[in-house]
């Protein structure tokens, strides 16, 4: 039993033969093959193609399966391919079970599954833009959703500037036509470079991918990308612990904090060097000062007046000559 990746698309052949003889028949009357995952009873036909006498081979039958989880298909499940409608020589073929498969159960299926998903990582070019949510790539997987959920980060091609990132949520393989979740705060143009990073993809986004919108419009929750300490630029929280307009408002610097807390004139004039301790020191500092100048440089000269009065010192010990 084949074991198959999730988005995998692969073919079946098989022989429907005539009851009486076991030559090869044509399967007719409408052939339908349908898918059954595990035990439901929901037949799946989305994704799945069946061409009667393959290659002009009467009796040869071809069956191509798309398995996304866009036409019903899923993870860690067992398939059965099964003829739900159809008649071989006018006989019912109805029940006849054609193929089984398994879809990520293998140990070394698992183990791939991270570069599967980094395999689909693609760089491309916008074609064509019908608006700022839909468009068309140059080229991309040719599965239906092979994108949904994926990141897209958009790069201007004449100035390599990144732009800024959106999220898809619907991909049409057959077009490589691209449904945006939400339109973009940033222009896309025709031309813009794209490189998609597919949800649960191991390759890390860049700081700049991590913001779906900002200039007032709502972060998207649907993104889990995007974790939860986002604010947008328009007041509005999301998330637990984001830094909001009541955390702003408590805890900054304000104006009764700066009262409060800071050197202001309450301290000034208890702790400065006010006008009472200036004029307390300032006549010690003076008295000191001109003591020791007079002490340096002894006063032996003339004196000329004290109180208008001239008098002559003659040097000597007896100061003045009185």
Do not use: H
């Amino acid at each position: 039993m084949r074991d198959i990746t999730i988005g995998d698309t692969f073919d079946v052949k098989f022989t429907t033969t005539e009851p009486d003889t076991g030559a090869p028949a044509t399967l007719s009357g409408t052939p339908v093959v349908s898918a059954y995952v595990g035990n439901s009873t929901t037949q799946i036909t989305a994704g799945i193609t069946l061409t009667t006498d393959f290659d002009g081979v009467t009796g040869l039958n071809n069956v191509r399966v798309v398995a996304t989880t866009g036409n019903g298909f899923a993870d860690g499940t067992d398939v059965s391919l099964v003829i739900t409608t159809g008649t071989v020589d006018g006989n019912s073929a109805v029940g006849y079970v054609i193929e089984q498969f398994t879809i990520g159960r293998s140990a070394a299926n698992a183990a791939l599954k991270p570069v599967a998903r980094a395999a689909y990582l693609v760089d491309t070019t916008i074609a064509t833009l019908s608006t700022q949510t839909s468009f068309t790539l140059t080229a991309g997987s040719a599965d239906n959703d092979a994108y949904n959920g994926a990141a897209f980060i958009f790069t201007d091609a004449s100035t390599a500037n990144q732009k800024g990132i959106a999220f898809c949520s619907d991909y049409v393989g057959s077009t490589r036509t691209v449904t945006l979740e939400a339109a973009p705060i940033f222009t896309i143009a025709t031309s813009d470079l794209v490189t998609v990073v597919p949800a649960g993809s191991s390759t890390s986004l860049p700081v700049s991918a991590n913001v779906t919108q900002i200039s007032g419009a709502a972060v998207s929750t649907s993104s889990a990308q995007l974790g939860v300490n986002v604010v947008n630029a328009g007041g509005t929280a999301w998330g637990s612990g984001a830094i909001t307009a009541a955390s702003i408002a408590s805890n900054a610097i304000t104006s009764a904090k700066i009262a409060t807390d800071a050197i202001g004139a309450a301290q000034i004039a208890a702790d400065a060097i006010g006008a009472s301790e200036l004029a307390a020191g300032a006549a010690t500092e003076i008295a000191t000062a001109v003591l020791a100048a007079a002490t340096s440089t002894p006063i032996a000269a003339n004196i000329e007046q004290i109180n208008t009065v001239a008098i002559t010192g003659d040097g000597s010990g007896t100061p003045f000559g009185v």
